[in-house]
């Protein structure tokens, strides 16, 4: 019996709840005693460079057997300036 995960959802916010980005990636059915990947490249867009943190949540779920599980992530980015970053020539 295959487990099978959903398709994954992206959405990242900004300091004030805005929501700078989303994004998908799709799912995968994983075989009995297999191991899966899901793995996507995430374009953030140069407006992010305005935003001291960002926070990215995950969602998707997983399944086999007519069972179904929720799967949720967080992840917090500090944002540095980007002065410290380059020189910026006055």
């Not at 959802?9 to 075989?31: H, P, Y």
């Not at 140069?46 to 001291?52: K, M």
């Not at 960002?54 to 949720?72: L, W």
């Amino acid at each position: 019996m295959d487990l099978d995960v959903g398709d994954l959802v992206i959405v990242a916010k900004g300091e004030a709840g805005n929501v700078l980005f989303t994004s998908t990636m799709a799912g995968c059915s994983i075989a009995p005693d297999a191991t899966g990947t899901i793995s996507g490249n995430l374009l953030i867009p140069l407006t992010v460079l305005n935003e001291s943190s960002i926070v990215m949540t995950v969602q998707t779920q997983a399944g086999f057997a007519g069972i179904t599980i929720p799967i949720n992530a967080k992840i917090a980015i500090q944002v540095p300036d980007i002065e410290s970053m380059i020189t910026v020539p006055e």
